[in-house]
């Protein structure tokens, strides 16, 4: 019982001490109010997976329900690094980051209920501009590099529950806030204008923390020996950015809309299952507030196979395959949806298995994958892993 | 086996840490920047940001500087002479007797000896050999607040020469320096001169050196007073003991009055000029603001990039007192203006070195600029949140060490072709919005 206690604070301590959100994904943020985060850990990835409908346990906000499935405290992180490449206004653009899109946490509390909390990256706000240009200021003009920089980023914390109704059928609940800050500043060098000393760079910003809440809704049916099904129902409530510290700009205040999922998982063979999912959501409302911006109707396809009948280094593994595909949720207004294309794959392995029940697993996925619009073409390559440990 | 959740949690730790080296997407499409900054730069004439200009000498004193200047009629106008007091001569000296051994000997014979001065051959002025004459004087003077006209010039305490000039005096002897030849000049002395130097009864006479050739300019590092002995241990030898200055200074004429409004930086006593500033914190010109930015523009810190005062350097008249070296000047905020010139200083705005000022800038090159960077100053200036009373609003020029030279800088004062002006880089934007 000590050890569950401690165990339990662990986990809760590595929730709070991990950061959802991180370095930049997609040179698109600066076109839009941010890029997407959603998307789940290394297993989900792999699978094209839209973030329900998946058996074998996951910890995923977007699927409350699921988490039902384990019986042990338990809890799940994914790292991802991106590398990536935008074709823009004839020039090319290499980035890359490193980052934690999600944490989460089960609980189960005597098989009655779990409780389960997470923290997850919603929206990644990093990036940059820089433009070179002459000002007629001084003889002759002078050269001015001029740079915009957004940090930071959206992220979610939930807390949920999870019960199972009847053996087949089960449903969970999450609720929560928006988390984060982002750090908009604008900063201009002189690179040529002849002073006395030091010309120390323009600067100029503002701050603004994210608040609002949110909570998801879903519940899985399973249909033993065929599979199961999920669906979930996401209450995005207002994402509110309030200036802070000083910042004169003003704050905004943003309609999230309410998200669809649907997905489930076939067998197909006792060692093949086949996901696949829906995700539906309308950000047209959403991007009224935000200048030069709008919404798209959002609609993801994903869906992959899973293998699990083969052992790697001497453990139970599995291989996956997948595609996702769909439509950011914001775009230029002038421009046309973006529209965001994935081919992935990966690699699970259950680490540590004591009389049947999984306590470590370890989950690696690889996305190759393109965002194309009207403005140009992003290609990015991802790596994602997961890691999930349960205490007995 | 139970280590294997521990080594991947590890691995999984490092691997978001390291995977990636962080590059944030960057585009080059200047559109993306939601924000239109403009900027411009503005020149304030000294009418739009100054309002007074004052010059306060009297710090320090020319036996402060390590080199009394001596000249005659320089440049038609500077006569300089240098002051010394040298010690009584040597009681005692250490002389080896016939054997070789090393003795004390306290019973001296003073035969003659001779004054030597030793020239600063970079900052002299001389054209060829010039001829410069030690003579003695009677009256006492006090080395801090002598001058041309009063020998004491203290506050509680003020007395004339007989003759400006510390005259009358004696002339003892003459020597001749030639700057292509050595660095000194030696004025011999017999033995009933040297005498003079070594009355310990009455009060000890002071020795003066004065330049002979009109128009010659020099710059006296030392002098000393060095003396023949005949010790009684050793007769058939002749030892040199020396009497070192005392005290020592110059005295020059004419003293040079600093004009009204003009900006005097440096001499001997030295002066500074203060610069009163009434910043304007709303801008209705020049056109070329107007015509970027709406006007009237709010001055504020954050639309201040950079602000520079401009001074310019103007020929120095009387010319003798234009710098031969480089001088080096400084400007500091005065922190208590009601206390000047005595007020306290704040920290440099030219940095620990200050701001060399090359000495053609004021003959040849008159009319050079010098821009003194003073951003944060006009910043706290102009900045809304700041009460207006409580930062300094006086600007002091002044020279890095004072005194440093007899020789001054001149600069354009208020009203004047090269007056000071205010260059301000200004950017205005509008406010960063989240979107």
Known sequence: MRRSATAGAGLLALLFAVPGEGAAQSLFSGYIFGSPMEIGDARQVALGSVGIGLGGTPISPYDPAAGVDLLLPSVAFTGQSTWGSAQEGGGNTDFSASRFPSIGLIYPIQNVVSVTASFTGVLDQNWE?????????????????????????????????????????????????????????????????????????????????????????????????????????????????SPTGGTDGAGV????????????TAILSQALFLNAGVHLADYGSTAEALDGIAGASMFRVGGGIEWTGFSFLGKSSALRLGYRRGEMPFRPETETDIVESVISGGLGINLLEVQGAVLAESDVGVEWGSRDSSLFTEDFFRLSFSLRMSIR | MKRTPVVALIAATVFGVVACEETSPTSLDGDLIPVGPATVEVILPWSEFGSTIETFGGFGSPDDLIAQVVAEDYRGTLDSRALVQFTTFPRAATVQDSTGETRADSSLTYLDGYVVARIDTVRSRTDGAVEMALNTFEQQWHAPSTSWDLRVDTVLDEQAWEEPGAEPSTRLATGTWNPEVSDSV???????????????????????????????????????????????????????????????????????????????????????????????????????????????????????????????????????FQPTDTLLADARPVLVAERLPKSPLGPSFLGLAGRALAPDAFGPNAGTEFPIVVTDFISSLVDPDIDVDSVPSELSLLSLLEPFSVSYATFGGAGSPGEPKLRLILTAIDTVEIR
Request: charged share 20%; aromatic share 8%.
């Open chain 1, 253 to 264: 205040t943003l309609d999230m809309p309410w998200e669809y999922r649907v997905g489930g």
């Open chain 2, 186 to 320: 030696i004025f011999p002395l017999d033995s009933a001169t040297l005498a003079i130097f070594n009355d310990t009864i009455g009060s000890r006479p002071s020795a003066r050196v004065d330049m002979v050739t009109p128009g010659a300019f020099t710059e006296v590092l030392s002098l000393d007073l060095r003396i023949n002995v005949r010790p009684s241990i050793n007769q058939d030898t002749i030892i040199v003991v020396s009497a070192l200055p005392e005290r020592r200074t110059f005295i020059y004429s004419p003293f040079p009055e600093p004009e009204e409004d003009g900006i005097r930086v440096g001499g001997a006593p030295a002066w500074r000029t203060v610069l009163t500033l009434d910043m304007p914190t709303v801008l209705n010109g020049p056109d070329t603001l107007c015509a970027l930015v709406t006007c009237p523009f709010t001055l504020t810190p954050r639309r201040l990039n950079y602000a520079a005062i401009i001074i310019t350097s103007e020929e120095t008249v009387p010319g003798a």
């Open chain 1, 129 to 241: 501009v820089a433009e070179e240009r002459t000002l007629s200021v001084g003889e002759g003009g002078t050269q001015v590099t001029d740079r915009f920089a957004s940090d930071g980023g959206v992220s979610s914390l939930r807390f949920g529950l999870a019960r199972r109704i009847t053996p087949n059928l089960s449903v969970g609940i999450n609720a929560g806030t928006y988390l984060g800050e982002v750090t908009r500043r604008f900063a201009r060098s002189f690179d040529s204008l002849p002073v006395e000393g030091e010309l120390p760079d323009f600067q100029v910003g503002g701050n603004w923390d994210y608040g609002g809440a949110v909570a998801t809704a879903g519940s899985v049916l399973a249909f033993p020996g065929v599979g199961r099904l999920a669906g979930s129902v996401t209450w995005g409530g207002e994402l509110r950015a």
